[in-house]
């Protein structure tokens, strides 16, 4: 075979098979950080436990892409992502199930969680006829607008349950729902066209990114439907400024692969693992959380993450 067809064909494999990955790839991965630091122990422990739980029912899942292929590209090239023009039918018992799991593994994993935790299913929105209205309100909020609408609705109060933590377990409850969609368009189309900061599928702004390691392309993660898109490293993905000058990146003396790329233009920020330095590709679900104190550095730094700067950047889109 033309070694440059195979490349090809690996790269492509590489940009829509890698989500789930394996169970033994994560622990392989988290391994590494816990070998530098056991601090991490538990919130590793977490992390797997819930990514365990969304691997585990991704198979019960099943949502359908109502746009044709040349409608989905032509949305790309129009910069509209797949949930602008399409709903997502969610299961109401599979979202319940996946969201009692989750829960359980929190509480499993932190025995110090709150109780209510236990009981969060119960709450009104999860009701039979309440869910399909929650799930629409909420469907395209970023962190801070979901946030915003526990506390709004009294959510918090009524459950007796920290907003943060209401809406983690909501956001790692949807994700498989959102993953299966994702994986579901890669079967008509891939994800060439996109070029935004934000995701093709679902909106999320993408937090973290990847040189990879066989041609140093930079490659955009969604944390929330895990959607891999290719955007260039000479642009920042948030505001599209190209002036060299005012884009740079720092890293913590002694791990050089582990960097913040900084927009002095717009002041936001984006964690990158280097895979041509490290030498390897990586999971950047585990890279996230791994690398928590280059988001402590960034923010005192003066820089903000993108998740702030969603809600514009949806507008623009829309
Ligand atoms: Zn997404
Ligand atoms: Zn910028």
């Given at each position: ?15 829509e098979?890698h989500y ?43 949502v359908?892409v ?16 797949v949930l ?91 994700s498989p729902f959102y993953s299966a969609l994702m994986k579901e368009v890669l079967k008509?189309?891939?994800f ?7 995701c093709p599928i679902c ?19 969604c944390?929330l439907c895990h959607a891999r ?90």
């Amino acid at each position: 075979m033309d070694p440059g067809w195979k490349m090809y064909q690996e790269r492509r494999k590489s940009m829509e098979d890698h989500y789930p990955p394996s169970l033994k790839r994560i622990s392989e991965e988290t391994a590494f950080y816990l070998s530098k630091n056991s601090d991490q122990t538990q919130i590793f422990s977490l992390y797997k436990s819930i990514l365990a739980t969304q691997i585990a029912y991704l198979d019960k899942i099943h949502v359908s892409v109502t746009l044709p292929e040349e409608q989905l590209k032509n949305n790309f090239r129009n910069k509209k992502f797949v949930l602008s023009s399409q709903k997502l039918d969610i299961d109401n018992e599979i979202f319940k199930g996946v969201m009692s799991s989750i829960c359980q593994a929190i509480k499993k994993e932190s025995p110090m969680a709150p109780d209510p935790l236990l009981r969060l299913s119960l709450a009104e929105e999860f009701s039979k006829g309440n869910i399909d209205g929650f799930l629409n309100s909420i469907a395209l909020l970023n962190k801070d607008e979901l946030i915003n609408f526990i506390e709004t609705n009294e959510m918090d109060k009524r459950t007796g349950l920290d907003s943060e933590i209401i809406a983690f377990v909501i956001f790692m409850s949807l994700s498989p729902f959102y993953s299966a969609l994702m994986k579901e368009v890669l079967k008509k189309t891939d994800f060439a066209i996109w070029r935004q900061g934000y995701c093709p599928i679902c909106s999320q702004a993408a937090t973290i990114a990847q040189h990879r390691k066989d041609d140093g392309a930079r490659v955009l993660e969604c944390w929330l439907c895990h959607a891999r898109w290719i955007f260039p490293r000479m642009e920042c993905p948030y505001c599209h400024n190209t002036d060299q000058k005012t884009l740079r990146f720092f890293y913590v003396s002694g791990d050089k692969a582990r960097q913040v790329h900084v927009c002095e233009k717009c002041k936001k920020y984006l964690k990158t693992i280097d895979s041509k330095v490290l030498g390897r590709d990586v999971l950047l679900g585990v890279e996230a959380i791994g690398t928590a104190y280059l988001d402590q550095l960034a923010e005192k730094e003066g820089y903000r993450p993108p998740s702030r700067a969603a809600i514009d950047i949806k507008k623009g889109a829309r």
